[in-house]
């Protein structure tokens, strides 16, 4: 059976052969502590060092791609973006933030700010 | 008592599950319903549909999806406070599918266009058939009647949590076979891993405050029909778009 272990909150997790699970929803789960946000690939604070079983890890998707760049050849992975079929052990650090902060903060994006405006706000408003 | 006997359909409990025999029944209650064995998922993952399939069921999925915030807004209104973890999780969800990147709605009109139809027509509530109204309407009843953690358990178990293993079937071939660019079908990407977080938080939700017997049964009872609802759906565009295209052949 194999095993998805977190290193740096001691859990290992062991899941069916044959499967492949998604290495967030896994930490979710059994309470393993991986820091996260957005869940979608956009911000980045759910990255994990993979130490062990870069074969057994899905390819980077294009989100993934994007937020990571270089950091991808470093060994680093998104764990909601990352599905794993076979053994692996990660690590991250605990207080690590968002890579974008853009993406976790609390103000509305600049389009959504836009339509926003267009919407309640009157011509003369946004000039 | 054995697990089979407190999840048969029509059976009532009488005795609270633990939680991982309450998670195991809810699993168990989609076993069998999974929308990615119907009829279009399986056409469209064996590569056997025509862009104006997609189309039609982008019409139609458009009227499903489309209102899911406003579904979990029904919810959250009637969340009490204490639950503070449900509410962050519910507006968390909305602002996800709303505000916090594209619009989600947009990707699917952006898929829908290249397929060949357009905005209006998909936002044409007109376009949908009368099964995907059945099931907007499902969704709409169960989000303002029933429990919370009933609700979630029917709108994020029964049908959200479902969306990653849908789409993993079905984004490859939209590529391989289809012939769709990335940035085409950017709405499924997301969604595989986007609802692989929110079907597992709706679980946690599900399990902490379905806290009775009653809440129990009711909340696998709806995720038993939620499933049956999405199934149907996926199956009604097949029988509406597809097959009569085959019978012309």
Redesign the interface.
């Known amino acids: 059976m194999p095993t998805i272990r977190y290193v740096t909150s001691g859990c290992a997790v062991d899941f069916a052969d044959g499967d492949d699970v998604n290495m967030l929803r896994v930490a979710i789960r059994n309470e393993c502590h991986v820091p996260y946000r957005c869940a979608s690939g956009n911000c980045g604070t759910d990255r994990v060092h993979v130490e062990d079983g870069h074969e057994n890890l899905s390819a980077p998707r294009r989100r993934e791609r994007e937020r990571l760049g270089d950091l991808l050849d470093d060994g680093w992975r998104l764990a909601c973006q990352t599905y794993v079929s076979g053994d692996c052990s990660v690590t991250w650090d605990p207080d690590q933030t968002a890579l974008d902060e853009r993406a976790t903060d609390r103000s509305l994006p600049d389009a959504v700010n836009e339509r926003l405006a267009r919407r309640w706000l009157s011509a003369e408003d946004t000039d | 008592m054995p697990r089979e006997a407190l999840t048969v359909k029509g059976d009532d409990m009488d005795e609270l599950l633990s939680k991982d025999e309450f998670r195991t029944a809810l699993e168990d209650a989609i076993k069998g319903r999974e929308a990615k064995n119907a009829s279009f998922s399986m056409a469209w993952a064996n590569g056997e549909l025509k862009r104006e399939h997609f189309a039609r069921w982008a019409e139609n999925h458009y009227h499903y999806v489309g209102p899911f915030a406003d579904y979990l807004a029904y919810i959250y209104a009637h969340t009490p406070d204490h639950a503070t973890d449900a509410k962050d999780f519910l507006l968390q969800n909305m602002y996800?599918e709303e505000?916090?990147?594209?619009r989600h709605t947009d990707l699917l009109i952006r898929f829908a266009e290249a397929c060949g139809t357009t905005r209006e027509r998909v936002m044409d509530e007109r376009n949908m058939n009368a099964v995907t109204r059945g099931l907007q309407g499902w969704c709409y009843a169960v989000a303002m009647r029933e429990h919370f953690a009933v609700a979630t358990a029917a709108l994020v178990v029964g049908l959200e949590s479902q969306v990653?293993s849908i789409y993993r079937k079905q984004y490859p071939p939209l590529i391989e076979a289809y012939g769709f660019g990335?940035d085409d079908v950017?709405f499924f990407?997301?969604h595989i891993?986007?609802d692989?977080?929110?079907?597992?938080?709706g679980?946690?939700i599900v399990l902490d405050y379905a806290d009775t017997p009653e809440l129990q049964q009711r909340s696998l009872d709806l995720v038993r029909a939620g499933a049956e609802m999405r199934f149907a759906y996926t199956k009604s565009l097949y029988d509406t778009y597809v097959a009569p295209d085959l019978e012309r052949v």
Request: proline fraction near 5%; charge should be negative; hydrophobic fraction near 20%.
């Open positions: 996800e505000l916090s990147d594209v990653p990335e950017e990407d997301l891993t986007s692989e977080v929110h079907g597992e938080r679980y946690q």
